[in-house]
């Protein structure tokens, strides 16, 4: 698997995953655990965007 479609993939399993805890976190009311989800789905983004410039750059 090329460098660019990991980088995405990992980053969209990153973003599902940080916007599970988020809603999780805010309908527990446990602000902690939603600024965590926040956190995450943000690396997800950044993580699938680093995907996208490599895939560029390899064309």
Do not use: F
Not at 21 to 31: D, E, L, M
Not at 39 to 45: S, T
């Amino acid at each position: 698997m090329k460098s660019s479609t990991k980088d995405n993939a990992e980053g969209k399993m990153h973003q599902v995953k940080g916007k599970a805890k988020q809603v999780a976190g805010i309908v527990a009311g446990n602000s902690s655990l939603e600024a965590e989800g926040k956190e995450e789905n943000l690396k997800g983004k950044t993580q699938e965007k680093v995907g996208q410039i490599k895939k560029v750059m390899d064309q």
